[in-house]
């Protein structure tokens, strides 16, 4: 009988395989210009890996809705039965960078047990993640970008100058990229990839104070709340559910679409989960798949928050 932190650890191994499969399947696909491609070759490994784990899986975070999705589609059911895990994934977070050769695209997945994580429902969410656990109210979304970083610089006791604030470069982010350099800030416009941009500050310790903000996707939320699990930060996220097709997905998933809750982390993953990442592409913390002749390198990081155990993982997986 496997104690709670030994049960994480085993299934980190296990699971570590399938990240480690996406990743390099997408290694065709690199710099090819082909993101649907690229994104089918991940799913189908990653699939393929949990089919082969001693688990209950069922997919709680995927590629969509079962209509939608061939396969890790939500609900969907994998492993080859035994321990309950409830998963979340996203099998090549960054297409677009994957396609076209650029750093920092990654395979994930967070895993834990039943109803450990929110299942979000395929819509926008507003995000403020910060590198650092602040006491309640002192972040709000419904706070201006000023009040939230003075807040912020007086609760840990930085200056504005010292803060750099990553922000997807969106039309939709125009007004926000404005105050944030208005108010003397650094602003870190990236194009695609906000899990790991969210969390990658944590890992790499550059010296700078670190904020994430604006609105992507929700299960990439979820996701990023799950390596914050064991990383520490503060995170806000709220669903933006602005039509009857959003309310009626996030009724699906179990939510009230008139709440307009703001989630915290631990309301958006509620128990000890596993959270992996390896890199597709190389960037600011993993390095890429590199293939040799016979084998490849991998790299990857596991977080547990039942340990609060980082661990990075360099592997040589010999070629078919």
Same mark, same amino acid.
């Given at each position: 009988m496997h104690n709670k932190d030994? /049960?994480?650890? %085993?299934?980190?191994?296990? %699971?570590?395989?399938?990240?480690?499969?996406?990743?390099?399947? *997408?290694?065709?696909? #690199?710099?090819?210009g082909k993101e649907k491609d690229a994104d089918?070759?991940?799913?189908?490994?990653?699939?393929?890996?949990?089919?082969? #784990?001693?688990?209950?899986?069922? !997919?709680?975070? @995927?590629e969509g809705e079962r209509d939608k999705a061939p396969m890790l589609y939500v609900g969907e059911k994998v492993g080859l039965g035994?321990?309950?895990?409830?998963?979340?994934?996203?099998? %090549? $977070?960054?297409?677009?960078?994957?396609?076209?050769?650029?750093?920092?695209? &990654?395979? &994930?997945l967070a895993a834990g047990p039943k109803d450990s994580m929110l299942c979000a429902p395929d819509v926008y969410m507003e995000k403020l993640a910060v590198q650092s656990e602040l006491s309640?109210? &002192?972040?709000?979304?419904?706070?201006? &970008?000023?009040?939230?970083?003075?807040?912020?610089? +007086?609760?840990?006791?930085? +200056?504005?100058?010292?803060?750099? #604030?990553?922000?997807?470069?969106?039309?939709?982010?125009?007004?926000?990229?404005? $105050? *944030?350099?208005?108010?003397?800030?650094?602003?870190?416009?990236?194009?695609?990839?906000? !899990?790991?941009?969210?969390?990658?500050?944590y890992l790499k310790n550059d010296g700078f104070f670190h904020v994430y903000m604006g609105i992507g996707g929700a299960p990439e939320g979820v996701?990023? +709340? +799950?390596?914050?699990?064991?990383?520490?930060g503060s995170m806000? @996220?709220? %669903? !933006? /559910?602005?039509?009857?097709?959003?309310?009626?997905?996030?009724?699906? *998933?179990g939510i009230e679409p008139r709440d307009n809750k703001q989630y915290g982390i631990n309301d958006m993953?509620?128990?000890d989960v596993i959270f992996i990442a390896t890199g597709v592409t190389s960037g600011s913390v993993l390095d890429g798949v590199e293939i040799y002749e016979k084998w490849a390198n991998i790299n990857s990081v596991i977080l547990s928050s039942c340990s609060k155990r980082i661990e990075y993982v360099n592997a040589a997986v010999p070629l078919l």
């Open positions: 030994e /049960l994480y650890s %085993l299934y980190s191994r296990k %699971l570590l395989q399938a990240t480690e499969g996406a990743a390099l399947a *997408c290694q065709e696909w #690199v710099g090819r089918k070759a991940a799913v189908e490994a990653m699939r393929a890996a949990f089919n082969s #784990v001693d688990m209950e899986g069922r !997919i709680i975070i @995927g035994g321990v309950a895990l409830d998963i979340a994934v996203d099998p %090549l $977070e960054g297409t677009t960078i994957c396609a076209t050769g650029g750093m920092n695209s &990654v395979s &994930v309640p109210g &002192v972040i709000n979304l419904d706070f201006s &970008v000023k009040q939230n970083m003075d807040n912020i610089c +007086a609760e840990v006791g930085c +200056a504005l100058q010292d803060v750099v #604030v990553t922000i997807l470069n969106r039309p939709r982010h125009e007004k926000m990229i404005g $105050e *944030c350099r208005r108010l003397g800030l650094r602003v870190n416009l990236i194009s695609d990839g906000d !899990i790991f941009a969210t969390i990658d500050p996701l990023a +709340a +799950a390596a914050l699990k064991t990383l520490g806000l @996220g709220r %669903l !933006i /559910l602005d039509d009857d097709v959003k309310r009626k997905s996030a009724l699906k *998933c993953v509620g128990n």
